[in-house]
């Protein structure tokens, strides 16, 4: 069972930034990044392939997130945040005996076995 912390949420302006962190017990084949606003469904933000060395990015988060990794930590650095890029955001993780129905779908939350607890993040415009 791997557990997974995250950290570094908060409150900032429209334009400012927030690092947030996820820490996992063991190392997994895929990370991601989701985030799920109130009436709103799970979305993807970003994801990568510890393997292959890949990364996905929503198209609403591309250029403005950047997803990267420390052995088992795992990072979402975001910039020029936006009044919608208010949510909970959510760390997961995906095994290789996950990894099949994953790697199609990266930014797909059905696929991945592990979630954190999710940390809040609020832009105010």
Request: proline share 3%; glycine share 10%; charged share 15%.
């Amino acid at each position: 069972q791997v557990q997974l912390v995250e950290s570094g949420g908060g409150s900032v302006q429209a334009g400012g930034s927030l690092r947030l962190s996820c820490a996992a017990s063991e190392s997994t084949v895929y990370m991601a990044w989701f985030r799920q606003a109130p009436g709103k469904e799970r979305e993807g933000v970003a994801a990568a392939d510890n393997f292959a060395a890949a990364t996905y990015y929503a198209g609403s988060v591309k250029g403005r997130f950047t997803i990267s990794q420390d052995k088992n930590i795992m990072y979402l650095s975001m910039h020029s945040l936006k009044p919608e890029d208010t949510a909970m955001y959510y760390c997961a993780a995906a095994s290789a005996r996950a990894s099949g129905r994953v790697r199609s779908r990266p930014l797909t939350p059905s696929g991945y076995e592990y979630w954190g607890q999710g940390t809040q993040v609020t832009v105010s415009s």
